[in-house]
């Protein structure tokens, strides 16, 4: 056992203790009133990092929330890994679902509980455990290290992606290491190949100039919400097919090896119906397996309409206007551009004429495909049959992380995506967890990994 991973082992009491007072902190990025505890948590990790032995560690502003970054460029004739990470969360909500509060991180039957236990900080606690574990077994680092991590990555992540578009030479590097993603079922070590894409959108439906009387004008004032409902209705059919006009019309299907290789995976479509969504019935296309519907087939989802009156109780009004927060998750070779622009003309096709429609975009990224046959995703493999004692699977994640094809895109890079987590970590929902094993495995994963490339 190299004398990081001992070190790691000695002092995971430690490394958790850590973990749980990041998580304390309520760093939601899409709430304005959290922009605070976003700083806090940036701090809190560039603290951390100063604290290890990373150089140059400072908070980089962006129009979101700040990146933390943090060098070490000593090992002369060395690779360079960007690592990369994100320290905001999702809203906890609906919080009467949790059975202790989010932002009170709690151990529960080997699970860590909270909001960003695993997703992301978690991850990056990991990160910065394995390098301070290495710093501590020889003073210094087998490979040169760049530390990234930002805020924004649950809204899109404008602010980084500015930043690696604008600042290339700052962030040389040979490749990046993703700690975001999942294994694909407990105990088995796995490298995320690919990402979907998405545009996140907004419609806003217009009707009378105010809130009306729906007795007094029912029957003549348009309701936008039932412009809403036609609009939708007519977005996908019955069988989860998009109907927009031209929007399938770019995409690269895998290949029919790499659909035979995800047929071989350990994975029960019943199980997961079961255990994982909980539904009577799955839905999707006809012909596609579920592991094809949601890595490699676009989709569209309604996550919420705000307007009218939703309080206890009844009101009977009209609402003059009411909206849809509708996304899609692109695959390989479409373009969010292009997405929305489709999108966008046939909704003001479809709507009503008795109201207006502003339809709008809120952010977006690109879907991403990384190559295999790269020394580091080779070296990622043999680290992690060191800890886990098995053969890496590679799979890919309906997800989204837009900044990973910014990282090839802008700087030439890369990305190896080794994540922790596990399907059913409730990641975006109630009682999001880590695993502890995980936690711990993880940490000796990525010391491993860094290890390997540095010999
Ligand atoms: N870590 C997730 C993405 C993910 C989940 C990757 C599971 C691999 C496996 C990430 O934090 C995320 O949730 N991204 C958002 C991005 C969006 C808001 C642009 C997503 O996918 O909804
Ligand atoms: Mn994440
Ligand atoms: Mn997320």
Redesign the pocket.
């Known amino acids: 056992m190299s004398s990081a991973v001992a070190f790691a082992r000695r002092n995971q009491p430690r490394f958790l203790d850590d973990l749980k007072a990041l998580l304390r902190i309520p760093s939601i990025s899409t709430l304005p009133e959290h922009d605070g505890d976003c700083r806090k948590t940036a701090e809190s990790l560039l603290a951390d990092l100063k604290r290890i032995g990373m150089e140059h560690a400072r908070l980089i502003d962006t129009s979101g929330h700040p990146l933390v970054y943090a060098d070490w460029l000593h090992a002369a004739g060395k690779p360079t890994v960007l690592v990369y990470g994100?320290y905001d969360v999702q809203p906890p909500d609906p919080l009467d679902e949790w059975l202790t509060p989010p932002f009170e991180p709690t151990e529960r039957n080997g699970n860590l509980y909270a909001r960003g236990a695993v997703?992301?900080k978690g991850q990056v606690v990991a990160q910065v455990k394995a390098l301070e574990s290495l710093f501590a077994a020889s003073h210094a680092l087998p490979l040169n290290v760049r530390v990234l991590l930002e805020g924004d990555?649950?809204?899109?992540?404008e602010g980084i992606a500015d930043y690696v578009a604008s600042r290339p030479a700052d962030l040389k590097a040979d490749f990046a290491l993703v700690s975001?993603?999942?294994l694909f079922a407990p105990g088995l070590p796995t490298i995320?190949v690919g990402?979907r894409g998405?545009i996140?959108t907004e419609i806003e439906v217009r009707g009378a100039k105010t809130d009306l009387h729906s007795g007094m004008y029912g029957g003549a004032a348009p309701n936008p919400f039932f412009a809403l409902a036609h609009i939708i209705a007519k977005l996908k059919d019955e069988n989860g097919r998009i109907l927009i006009p031209g929007f399938y019309d770019d995409i690269v299907a895998p290949g029919v090896e790499q659909v035979a290789a995800w047929r071989s995976l350990p994975f029960d479509e019943e199980e997961y119906r079961k255990t994982e969504v909980g539904s009577k019935q799955l839905v999707g296309e006809p012909g596609y397996s579920v592991l094809e519907r949601t890595w490699a087939r676009p989709t569209l989802d309604v996550h919420g309409m705000p307007g009218g009156f939703i309080g206890a109780g009844a009101k009977t009004v009209i609402p003059a206007k009411a909206q849809a927060k509708i996304s899609m998750r692109l695959v390989p070779n479409q373009t969010p551009a292009k997405a929305f622009a489709l999108y966008k003309s046939f909704v003001e096709k479809i709507a009503p004429p008795a109201v207006s429609v502003d339809v709008r975009l809120i952010?977006s990224?690109d879907a991403c495909l990384i190559p295999v046959d790269n020394p580091y995703i080779q070296a990622a493999t043999r680290a992690l049959h060191d800890v886990w004692g098995k053969d890496t699977v590679f799979i890919r994640?309906g997800?989204?992380?837009?900044i990973v094809g910014d990282f090839d895109r802008h700087l030439g890079l890369p990305s190896v995506l080794m994540?922790f987590?596990l399907p059913d970590d409730n990641?975006?929902a109630p009682n999001e967890k880590f695993n502890l094993k995980n936690f711990a495995l993880g940490i000796e994963s990525l010391i491993r990994f860094l290890e390997e490339v540095g010999r």
Do not use: F, K, R
């Open positions: 994100h997703d992301d990555e649950e809204v899109g992540g975001d993603s999942e995320c990402l998405m996140y952010h990224g994640s997800g989204s992380i837009p994540g987590g990641i975006h």
